[in-house]
Each structure stands twice: as C-alpha cells, then as structure tokens.
C-alpha cells in the first residue's frame, strides 16, 4: 500500500524535476551560455548539483547512498569510458563506411567547436578549450546521473519495482532534451513538424541511453559506470571527435551517437538479463 511517505517522495521527484527544468529553460532560452565564448550551458546544470544536494538533506539520504560511493569509483568510471569507447569505435567506424560508399570520403578531426561573438562557429584546438569541455561536461553527467538516476530510481523505487521507476527516470530524462529543439523552433531554425519529430527523437535516444545507465547503475550499485559512459558520449563524441566530409562536418552525427547507444543499450541489456538469471 503507499503511504503518505512514498507519495511524498513522488511528489519530491516531481518537484525536483520541475525547479531543474525552470533553471534549464531560464538558461536556454534568456541566458544562451552555449552562444558565448563558454560555449556549453552549464550554469542550470550546476544549479542542479546544488539541488540535488539540498534534496539530499531534506530526505536525509547521502551521496554514497544514490550511488556515489568513494571504494572504486576510479576503476568503474574507466569501465564506463571503455564502455563508451568501444561502441563509439563502431559507430565512427559506421559513418565513415556509409560516407565513403556516398562518394564522400571523410576524416575524423579534433577540436572544440563553439560560437563567437558575432554568432558564427569556430574551431577551437587550444589546450584550455578541451579542458573547459571536460570540465563542463563533467558538471553536466554529475548532476544528470545525480538527478536522473541516484535520486529518482532511489525515490520512485519506494513505491515502484525496480524496472518501471527506472523507466519513469527514463522518460524524464528524454523529456528533458526537448528543450533543445523547442529553442530551435522558436529561433525560426526548425519548423513545427520538425520541432515535433526531433522531440519524439530525443526523447526515444535520451531514454534509451537513460534505461541504459538505469540497469548499470541497479547492477553495479553505484552511478560510476553509466557516469562514465555518459562522460565519454558527451565529451569525445558529441564535442571533441568530428567526423568532416567535403560536405560539411558531423553531418551524421545523430546517427552515430544513435548506432552507439543502441549497441551499448544491447549489450548492457544482455549483462543485466544474464545478473538477474543468476540472482535466481
């Protein structure tokens, strides 16, 4: 039966949610941190840290206990990024195949893209710029895997089993992209069906990639793993590694980081199938 304790922390994921939502809103649409030499919006995603360690003490949970746990926290990070590398290696190796059977021999490039002043992009090669990139991105998956998944699979798994809270935080976190290409249709850069199509996108990949860290996180006990393979999809693949065509460059980005996560997606799923056989 659920009692006014489990609705409360329902309604404390709900909550949650909604004030780190504002703050993403406040930051994409008014503040556009990403548009400024920054280059990434990291100030809502700080702001969430912030929240997830009020929420923290308000619910008498600590970091250890939504999975942030100090024993191996290095060595299961490196299993995320190895995780992340090796499907990433596929999905590159992928998008250059198809690039060349199109005629369009590619290349992969290194470097930070990122927005001038006067609006247009530039490349960045410089030292600070990839350690500006890691340092955000690092804000970025701390407070997404604090929030997403330490806290909301923590909470919901009160009053739901296991699987289904993990697929509430899921859906949250897919909810959660559509941001992006609701700022674009705003900007004229997008049109409505657009809009709308790359929204049911997101919030397919993002939940995808969110059920994924889910079950890395309920089977290994700690948010390292998803954290760092979250890390590597952030950083290498979506703002470091670019694949450039005489067309243009990452025109297949999308497809990409799609190929990788669902490879990645399968083959935790089997990981997680073959715990739970053995559990009983």
């Known amino acids: 039966m659920e009692t006014p304790t489990n609705r409360k922390s329902n309604h404390l994921c709900i909550a949650i949610f909604a004030v780190c ?3 993403r ?7 556009q941190t990403d548009k400024t030499a920054v280059g990434e919006n990291v100030l809502h995603k700080a702001a969430g840290i912030i ?9 008498n949970l600590t970091w250890s206990g939504i999975g942030f746990q100090r024993n191996g926290f290095a060595v299961n990070i490196l ?6 590398s090796v499907c990433f290696a596929l999905s590159y190796g992928l998008e250059l195949a198809v690039l060349s059977l199109q005629g369009h021999p590619a290349h992969l490039e290194l470097y930070i893209s990122s927005f001038s002043l006067t609006g247009s992009q530039i490349k960045h090669t410089e ?5 500006l990139c890691i340092l955000f991105n690092i804000i970025n998956v701390w407070m997404e895997e604090g929030i997403f998944r330490g806290l909301f699979i923590k909470l919901l798994s009160e009053t739901s089993p296991f699987m289904k809270a993990n697929c509430i935080a899921a859906f949250l976190f897919g909810v ?3 941001v992006m290409p609701l700022r674009s249709y705003l900007n004229d850069e997008l049109s409505f069906a657009a809009m709308i199509l790359m929204s049911v996108g997101y919030i397919i990949l993002a939940g995808i990639m969110g059920v994924k860290w889910g079950l890395l996180y309920h ?11 979250h890390l590597f999809n952030n950083t290498i693949a979506t703002n470091m590694l670019h694949v450039i065509s005489p067309t243009g460059a990452d025109e297949l980005q999308i497809v990409r980081i799609m190929a990788a996560q669902l490879i990645s997606f399968l083959f935790v799923s089997i990981l997680y199938k073959r715990a739970q056989k053995s559990v009983k």
Do not use: R
Not at 25 to 31: A, S
Not at 51 to 58: G, R
Not at 127 to 131: G, P
Not at 219 to 226: A, D, I, R, S
């Open 79 to 84: 299993k995320g990024l190895l995780l992340g």
């Open 219 to 229: 089977m290994t006990g700690t948010v390292w793993v998803g954290l760092g393979d």
């Open 21 to 23: 939502l504002l703050a």
């Open 25 to 31: 809103c406040i930051e994409y649409f008014l503040i």
């Open 127 to 131: 030292l600070m710029f990839f350690s």
């Open 51 to 59: 929240i997830l360690a009020v929420a923290l003490k308000q619910t």
């Open 176 to 178: 959660w992209h559509i």
